[in-house]
């Protein structure tokens, strides 16, 4: 474009000196000008053909300007336009969240007069967790190149885990060793694992829905003593929840001397039944007191065994009648998910093989030397950190998903972006969100209403206790023995840092603090237990007392003390 006007200037410019630009003045001039006055008349020409010239170019210059102007103001008017539209539609779906639940979606709305009288017996904030539909968060960013590629890093990290204990091995043994001993050590007696865990599934699927189920019938006014129904009914479910699933899976666990790992299957699956069991309990008793006062029948209001059949296997930890579904099932989603858990199953493997078992297990076990212990936590950092690396992505990304996708449950948020936390508290709030949803809902929030809120620190610290005694719980069945490391951690510096690292600390330095916290906390964890594991090995007792028992082995033992 630039060019053409160029060439256009060039051309006028050359025409200038072989024709005037004014003939018709030529005409009305007389012979008796000189030849001096013609020249000077063609240099005023010429002149004043390039001064118009420089003005139709400024012209067109100041027309172009205020195009682009108009232009640049049109275009930001549209944008917005389309910025206003899209909030205003992002305002209303918020809106639309937060009243009762769609039918389609959710559980059927009750009456207005029901829903107030059902006020009283829900938690003061709101009607409880609204499930919405939405991605995991790291399969939205597994979609940008840059974040994809710290996916393929942890990948390309794994092979050489791999080549490092396939070299070291043929070096050793002079051939290549694969029989993977560790993993099946720990996943040994798994024919046993199974049984224990369909036994638990069972009795969980049919005992909280009948007891629900009868007691409901006792409410209808038939009965004449409905509160000493329910204080009967309520005894054989704390019952069954107490001895059932409390006693009975554990006692498995413990007389059967399983390994670890299938300790974890079967503790881990005792809690989260224990869990699920109680929110449809939480869930559906209140509507069942409604009903009542109402003098309706409540039969309506218990729900079919499919939906509570979906519930056990769904992931989340809230009981719903109805969650948002996914159309269709994309199998290759789940096998890959599956995949990823296995390849994450194998990376802690060549994790334990290459970082963890060989500084432990020549270790002197003279635990008190501080040289040794500072010693003994840095170099358990790497191996820890990929280890919550590796429970994370395995777990609350690739199996709960998988679950999700199998069951077309749409919700996908098991965590929040926890690793931009500038603080603790926002830390414990996004890095598991399915378990804090039940901690929040069950524990702290009915404590304030039982409360009138009138209490919200005892309610914060009756969380932690929870929270740290059945973490402390699960590693002390599924280790064999009683070394409160982990509780001590919640308790002590975890109190400590959600009130120091709260909400209002922004910026990247208290996100730095936040990930060298959790680095030194990994690093304390893999350290102290992984020498109580060894020391427990080392030092056995025959006959320990109780208070042996709960004495960590690793302060007395040493090894001149090692049992051959």
Request: aromatic content about 16%.
């Amino acid at each position: 474009m630039d060019t053409g006007e160029e060439s256009l200037l060039r051309s006028r410019c050359n025409a200038i000196p072989k024709r005037p630009l004014f003939p018709d003045l030529k005409a009305t001039m007389g012979d008796e000008g000189s030849q001096v006055e013609q020249s000077q008349s063609s240099e005023n020409y010429t002149e004043t053909n390039g001064k118009i010239e420089v003005e139709r170019v400024i012209s067109k210059k100041l027309q172009l300007k205020r195009r682009a102007e108009f232009l640049k103001s049109d275009l930001m008017r549209q944008f917005d336009s389309h910025v206003n539209d899209f909030m205003d539609s992002l305002i209303e779906e918020s809106a639309s969240l937060e009243p009762a639940p769609v039918s389609k979606v959710f559980s059927p709305p009750l009456s207005d007069k029901e829903r107030n009288k059902l006020g009283h017996f829900r938690p003061p904030h709101g009607q409880g967790k609204q499930f919405v539909n939405r991605r995991s968060l790291l399969d939205e960013l597994f979609e940008v190149n840059h974040i994809r590629t710290i996916y393929h890093m942890f990948i390309a990290l794994l092979i050489l885990f791999i080549l490092s204990t396939l070299v070291v091995d043929f070096l050793d043994e002079g051939r290549l060793v694969l029989d993977f001993d560790l993993l099946v050590y720990a996943f040994g007696q798994f024919p046993l694992v199974v049984c224990t865990w369909i036994c638990m599934f069972l009795s969980v699927l049919v005992v909280p829905y009948t007891l629900f189920y009868f007691w409901s019938q006792t409410q209808t006014g038939s009965y004449s003593y409905p509160r000493v129904c329910s204080g009967l009914f309520g005894c054989v479910y704390m019952l069954f929840q107490a001895l059932g699933l409390g006693f009975l899976p554990t006692y498995v666990v413990v007389i059967n001397n399983l390994p670890p790992a299938s300790r974890f299957i079967i503790i881990l699956e005792q809690v989260r039944l224990i869990m699920k069991a109680h929110s449809f309990v939480r869930e559906n008793v209140p509507k069942v007191f409604v009903c009542t006062k109402a003098k309706k029948d409540p039969n309506p209001l218990v729900p079919q065994v499919s939906h509570y059949l979906y519930f056990l296997f769904a992931p989340t930890l809230i009981y719903r009648d109805q969650y948002p579904r996914n159309p269709v099932i994309r199998w290759g989603y789940v096998a890959t998910k599956f995949l990823q858990v296995l390849g994450c199953l194998f990376y802690a493997y060549y994790v334990f093989v290459r970082l963890c078992i060989p500084q432990f297990r020549s270790i002197g076990l003279q635990f008190f030397d501080l040289r040794a212990m500072v010693l003994c936590v840095f170099n358990s950092i790497l191996p820890g950190v990929l280890v919550l690396f590796l429970g994370f992505f395995a777990f609350l990304h690739c199996w709960l998903n998988a679950f999700a996708e199998m069951l077309c449950f749409a919700d996908r948020m098991f965590y929040k972006d926890w690793w931009n936390s500038t603080s603790f508290a926002n830390y414990y709030r996004t890095w598991n969100v399915v378990v804090h949803d039940w901690l929040y809902y069950y524990v702290y929030r009915d404590f304030l209403l039982m409360s009138q809120k009138r209490f919200r620190a005892a309610a914060m610290l009756i969380v932690f206790t929870v929270s740290a005694v059945v973490h402390e719980y699960i590693l002390a069945v599924c280790f064999g023995f009683f070394y409160p490391v982990l509780f001590c951690l919640f308790m002590c510096f975890g109190m400590m840092f959600n009130f120091i690292l709260h909400d209002q600390r922004k910026g990247p330095i208290w996100n730095i603090i936040m990930w060298t916290s959790l680095f030194l906390g990994q690093g304390v964890i893999i350290c102290l237990y992984s020498q109580e594991w060894y020391a427990h090995r080392y030092c056995p007792l025959k006959e320990p007392t109780f208070l042996e028992l709960l004495k960590p082995r690793s302060w007395s033992c040493e090894r001149g003390t090692r049992a051959d």
